[in-house]
Every structure is written in structure tokens, then in C-alpha cells.
């Protein structure tokens, strides 16, 4: 960006806002027959005798009628609301200092230059210059430096060409002394600088509106007033102010409330769109006739001098420069193209895309990122994005950003994801987000880093369809099904009567059925809580030897039935202490052994075993069964997921216990793994921190 000194060729400038503008205001085209009058007015003034009644009669009722229409275009607008305030204060202090001026004409018959007057004028400035700052940064936010450095290139050349015949002359002219010389060459360079600034504007814009055009013929009006009163102070510096200069001022004003009035004066500062080869090569043209205006110069003093040497080696100078100046223009087109095919794709991408700075401020937004937090570029960027989409907490709370997770993303090497965060819109409505973070890395040292965020408050809603019609179903199924359980049961039972071998075979079928069926729907109706948090843990310090024992004691008959042997292996561990939740993890190991007896041949032993190591208890239940294939152990914890598709018929497996399992182990602060290899058997270990009895001591004192 610092290279782009003399403009784009086929650039665009960078967006400041997704959201629609304002249209223009629908006012009145009166501004049209305002200016007429107002030129008429001046003409008036012009032709009305000097110092008479009428005129200054004239002169004050033209100057607060248009400093009154100012006020009216400053107060209604909104979209560009300090720009025109600024310029109502620039002219106010502007007509301020015509009118000291001429009551100290009128009181002394000459106050000298320079005096008050001259301070307040220069003084009108500041807010100017303010106006114009803020008009950069609406018309081309994120490229107001490139601005201010093409408009100063133009100033200076400007300036340059004047010192040959105004400024040079002056600072010789030995009839004025310090402070009026540097007064009058301040004037013409603070008009300059404004004027370059606006035409600059004016040039390379692609919506060349008449407020524009309005608002630079204002100071240019101005730049011309100064130059003449210059020019006066080099011929007479004791010559009073001239009504002539009085007149430029007071059309200076007028130019400036016509713009405030006209119909596109709230949005003449809108953000510029691409710009097209024609309509940048004017403002291309224009900056480097201005970078070879002071070389010119100074070949045509050198050719005047006579001098041949010097001269060759001045057009030498020249032709360098414009080498220089084209092959910069060459490769800053290169470095701005490859920037707007790079925001092109950022753009393009659904997800938002976010680049942050080691101190979290926002470096570039793309537009998924601006539409889902629904704010403008200039809402983002220079900004921190926790402050403005993350500091507080779904609850409302504060967030702070040490804890954030973008906090560590930029100050630390490590990527992050994180799928339970909230971001806020900037109309205070909040939206679920999963968030991805990858550090930026330069030289080893992380500059910053770039967060890309998906909304996900779809698949949110969802998620909690899906869950309300699974446990509405669950539910509405229990009823029937336990009706269709208690018949079943008094048919095999025998109340209702005797029955043949065959109908016992067939009810015995539909009794474990059924049961599976219940086993199913439990099972469901545990996964829906567990995935929306509604499942209580209440843990509790236990021994982990009571746990193996009761899950032990509670599948004996199954495993007797399958002519599975149970053993457990406590070994010197019946004193390892877990915090748990006891029925939940005797549902656990229960459901391990259910697996390892279902899977085991009879005769073959499913040992249960516990286990302590540094801090650590572990429950395994090994089975020699024909174990798991090593590209199926990542799916054995899979929903609805069998080892083999004839798993879940042949032994009235649902394919939910083990995920159920590992669940309810990881909200234990545990974890659950399986080690197994074919045909030698399997063993699932469930690991959980133990609790050191004198801990329990401490809490219990």
C-alpha cells in the first residue's frame, strides 16, 4: 500500500459498507434558482457603490442567508453529518474574519497585515481540513494515506510552480516583514492543499456529482481571493483589503450552501465501486504531470542559464524519473490486482474469514463475515473483533479477552476450533458459531492469526428438532409397548390358559422382542440426554472394587446362560477411591461385559480387572473372543455401528451401547479405549482419575 503513490489503473478501492445507502434526498431542485439569485446578488454587490449602505446591506443579508442555508443542509443530513458541520464552522470563522476585517477597516482606516482578522481565517482551516479527512476516509476508508500522499505530491507541485511567480517574490519583498511574509504564503498553501485533496477526489471518482464539483469550486474561489490579496501586498502592502476579495469570499459561501442543498448532498460520499482503465487514467495523467512539474522547472531555469552540461544531466534526471515513475505504476498494478483477487476469494468463501493482529484488531473482514455480524468494514476493521462480535457470554456476562480463545490463537503458535461459541450482531442479536483459528507465522513468531467462523444455527435447530421428535417418538412408544410386554408375559405364563409347543416358541420370540425393543428405546432416550446435557451425573467417591463387583453380580446370570466364566481380578487395589457417578458406571462396565459375553465362545473367560498407575484407576474387561478388525477399532464407538452387519441380529445388539459408554466415562473426566487384536479377543479399558484417601480425609475434616 506505501508504494501506491501516483494512483491505480484498474483498482478498485475497498468496500466500507455491505449495507444498502441511503438513497438521495428528494429534495427540491432549489438550489438551482438559490445560486442564481445568490449570483445575481453579487453582482448587485459588485456594481453597488463601495462602503454605501445598500451594499453592505446586501453583503450581510447574502452572507447569513447562505450561512443559514448551510446550518439547514448541515442539521438534516445524517449520513455525511460531520462533513457539512465541519464546513458551517469553517465558513462561519471565515465570514468571522471578513467581518473583524472590515470593522477594523471602518475603526482605524487600515489595521495592518497581518492582524485578528488573519488569525481567525487561518483558524478556519482546522475544521476544513477535518471536513476533508473525514470525506477521504467516506469515499475511500482503508486508503485515506494513499490519499493525502497523491494530494501532497499535487500540492507541492502546485506550491512549486507558484514560488517562481508569487511566493519566491514575496519572501524577497522587502516591505513586508516575518510575519505578514509567512501569513501570505500560509494562505495559498493551506487553499492548495485543500484543493488538490477535492480534485484529487474529483478526478478519479466515478460518480463525478455536482455537490462535488460545488464544494471544490468553493475553495477554489477562495485559493483565488488569497492569490489576488498576495499579489496586492507585493504591489502596496499598506493597501486596504480590496471589496473584490470581500466578494470572492462571499462566493465561496454561496458555492458551498448550493451544495449543501443539492439532491445528492447526503450520499456524493458514497464508497467508490471499480473503476474502470478510462476513468483512472485521467487521475494517473494528472499525478504524473504533477511528479514532472519541479523537473520541468528546473530544466527550463538550467536552459535559460545556458549551462549545456548541467542541462543533459537534467533531462537526463527527467527521463529517470519517468522510467522510475512507470515501472513503480508497473508493479504496484501487479501488487493491487493480486490484492483484489485475493479479496475476490475471500469474498467467495461462505465461511467468514476474519484476520486479526497480535493485539485481536481486525486487519480484514471478508463478506461472509461482515453480513453475518451485519456490519459495515470501517464497524471492523481497526477494531478489536472481541470487543465488537464476542465480549460477552450467552448469559450475558462479560467476556474477558484474556480468556478468549483468539486471545491464545494470537499470542501462541497452536491452532483452535471451537464449536460452542456465541458471536453478537451488531444490532445485539447473537448467533451460534464454530470457529476455526490458525496463527499467522513469520520468522517463527507469530504476527497475528485468522479466524474463519461458520454459523451454524441452522444445523442448531435442527439438532433440536431431531432431538424433540426422538424423544417424543421414545416416549409415545413406551406406553404401547409396555402393554404389548405384560400381555406378552400373562400369555407365557400361562394364566389365560395352556399352550402347545409351537405358541410358546412364538411368544417366547415376540417376549424378547419386545424386550429389545424397550432396550432400544432406552437406549435412545439416554443418547438424547446425553447430547443435550439433560442426563444427571450425581458423583460420589466409591470404591472402584464395589463398582467391578456390582456389574459383576448384575450380568452373573447372562453369562452363566451364554456358558461364559466371570472373573474378577481386583488384585491389591480394593482401597483405589473414584469420583462418580455409581449407577452410571456400573451402567458402563455392564454394558462392557454385556459386549465381551456376546462375543466370547463358551467355555472362553471374561476377566474383569482393576488397575491403578500414577493417578489413574482403570476398570478392563477382557474377552478371548474373535476380536476386531484393526480398520474397524475407530468405528466401534460409531452410533448404531457393529462390527459385523449380522452383530446386531444375532445378538440383539442396538449399536448404541457403547457410544452410551463412552459418554457417560468422558463427563466422568475419564476416557475409554479398546485394544484388540483377531482372533485372540479384545479389552476395554476405562480410565478414570482415582481420588488419594487422604484428600477424602481433608474434605471430610
Known amino acids: 500500500m506505501g508504494l501506491r503513490w501516483f494512483g491505480s489503473v484498474d483498482v478498485p478501492s475497498r468496500r466500507h459498507s455491505d449495507l444498502p445507502e441511503p438513497p438521495p434526498r428528494p429534495w427540491p431542485r432549489l438550489w438551482v434558482p438559490g445560486v442564481v439569485a445568490a449570483t445575481a446578488a453579487l453582482f448587485a454587490i459588485a456594481a453597488l457603490p463601495t462602503g454605501s449602505s445598500a451594499s453592505d446591506f446586501l453583503v450581510l443579508t447574502t452572507a447569513l442567508t447562505a450561512l443559514v442555508i448551510l ?3 448541515a442539521l438534516v443530513a445524517r449520513n455525511l453529518r460531520v462533513i457539512w458541520w465541519a464546513l458551517l464552522a469553517s465558513e462561519t470563522l471565515a465570514m468571522a474574519g471578513i467581518a473583524v476585517a472590515t470593522i477594523l477597516a471602518r475603526s482605524n482606516g487600515w489595521a495592518g497585515f497581518p492582524n485578528v482578522s488573519d488569525l481567525i481565517n487561518i483558524a478556519a482551516y482546522v475544521p476544513a481540513f477535518i471536513a476533508l479527512g473525514a470525506l ?17 505530491i499535487l500540492t507541492v507541485t502546485a506550491a512549486g510552480v507558484m514560488a517562481l511567480f508569487l511566493i519566491a517574490p514575496l ?20 487553499d492548495l492543499a485543500l484543493l488538490s485533496s ?11 456529482t455536482v455537490t462535488l464539483a460545488l464544494i471544490t469550486a468553493s475553495f477554489l474561489v477562495s485559493l483565488v481571493a488569497d492569490v489576488i490579496r498576495d499579489v496586492g501586498l507585493l504591489i502596496n502592502p499598506e493597501a486596504p483589503t480590496t471589496p473584490s476579495l470581500t466578494d470572492l469570499r462571499l462566493a465561496g459561501l454561496v458555492l458551498l450552501a448550493a451544495a449543501a442543498w443539492t439532491p445528492t448532498a447526503e450520499s456524493f460520499a ?20 504533477g511528479v514532472l512539474a519541479i523537473p520541468g522547472i528546473v530544466v527550463f531555469e538550467v536552459w535559460q542559464s545556458g549551462d549545456q552540461a548541467v542541462l543533459l544531466l537534467a533531462l537526463a534526471a527527467m527521463i529517470v524519473i519517468i522510467l522510475a515513475v512507470w515501472r513503480i505504476q508497473l508493479l504496484v498494478s501487479a501488487v493491487e490486482h493480486q490484492r483484489r483477487l485475493t479479496e475476490l476469494v475471500l469474498d467467495s468463501a461462505g465461511d467468514g474469514i476474519v484476520g486479526l493482529d497480535r493485539d485481536g484488531m481486525v486487519l480484514f473482514a471478508n463478506l461472509a463475515a461482515r453480513k453475518m455480524l451485519r456490519c459495515r468494514e470501517s464497524d471492523l476493521v481497526g477494531h478489536r473483533f472481541h470487543d465488537v462480535a ?3 457470554r450467552p448469559d450475558g456476562s462479560s467476556f474477558p479477552w484474556t480468556e478468549c480463545p483468539m486471545h491464545s490463537a494470537v499470542t501462541s503458535a497452536e491452532p483452535g476450533f471451537q464449536s460452542d461459541q456465541r458471536y453478537i450482531r451488531r444490532d445485539g442479536t447473537s448467533f451460534p458459531v464454530e470457529i476455526v483459528l490458525s496463527p499467522l507465522i513469520v520468522d517463527g513468531v507469530v504476527t497475528g492469526a485468522v479466524q474463519s467462523f461458520r454459523d451454524v444455527s441452522e444445523r442448531e435447530e435442527v ?24 400381555s406378552l408375559q400373562m400369555l407365557t405364563s400361562g394364566i389365560l390358559g395352556p399352550l402347545n409347543d409351537d405358541q410358546q416358541e412364538l411368544l417366547t420370540m415376540a417376549q424378547g422382542n419386545s424386550t429389545r425393543l424397550g432396550t432400544l428405546i432406552d437406549d435412545i432416550l439416554d443418547l438424547e440426554r446425553l447430547d443435550s446435557g439433560r442426563m444427571p451425573l450425581s458423583p460420589t467417591v466409591v470404591n472402584a472394587a464395589t463398582i467391578a463387583q456390582e456389574a459383576v453380580n448384575g450380568i452373573t446370570g447372562a453369562a452363566a446362560a451364554a456358558g461364559v466364566p466371570l472373573r474378577l481380578d481386583i488384585g491389591g487395589q480394593s482401597d483405589a477411591m473414584i469420583n462418580v457417578d455409581p449407577n452410571r458406571m456400573v451402567q458402563v462396565l455392564t454394558n462392557l461385559l454385556g459386549n465381551a459375553i456376546k462375543f466370547s465362545e463358551r467355555g472362553a473367560e471374561v476377566v474383569v480387572s482393576v488397575k491403578t498407575s500414577d493417578s489413574m484407576t482403570s476398570f478392563e474387561v477382557t474377552d478371548h473372543g474373535r476380536g476386531i478388525p484393526e480398520d474397524r477399532l475407530e468405528h466401534v464407538f460409531d452410533r448404531f455401528g457393529q462390527v459385523d452387519e449380522g452383530d446386531a441380529r444375532r445378538g440383539s445388539g442396538t449399536g448404541l451401547g457403547l457410544p452410551i ?3 457417560i466415562v468422558e463427563r466422568s473426566g475419564g476416557t475409554l479405549s479398546v485394544e484388540s487384536s483377531l482372533g485372540k479377543g479384545s479389552t476395554f479399558v476405562v480410565a478414570l482419575p482415582h481420588v488419594e484417601m487422604a484428600s477424602i480425609g481433608e474434605g471430610h475434616t
Request: charged share 25%.
Open 136 to 152: 477521504i476516509r467516506r469515499i475511500y476508508p482503508g486508503r485515506n494515506s494513499e490519499a493525502w500522499i497523491d494530494s501532497t
Open 171 to 190: 519572501m524577497a519583498s522587502e516591505q513586508l516583514d516575518g510575519a505578514a511574509t509567512a501569513v501570505a504564503i500560509m494562505y495559498p498553501i493551506l
Open 661 to 663: 459408554a463412552k459418554e
Open 198 to 208: 477535492l480534485v484529487w477526489m474529483l478526478i478519479g471518482s466515478t460518480r463525478r
Open 71 to 73: 446550518f439547514g443542509g
Open 270 to 289: 458514497q464508497r467508490q465501486g471499480d473503476r474502470s482503465h478510462a476513468r483512472s487514467t485521467p487521475r494517473l495523467a494528472f499525478l504524473a504531470l
Open 390 to 392: 464476542h465480549h460477552e
Open 463 to 486: 439438532e433440536e428438532l431431531k432431538r424433540q421428535f426422538v424423544s417424543v417418538v421414545s416416549h409415545e412408544l413406551r406406553t404401547p409397548l409396555t402393554s404389548i410386554r405384560g
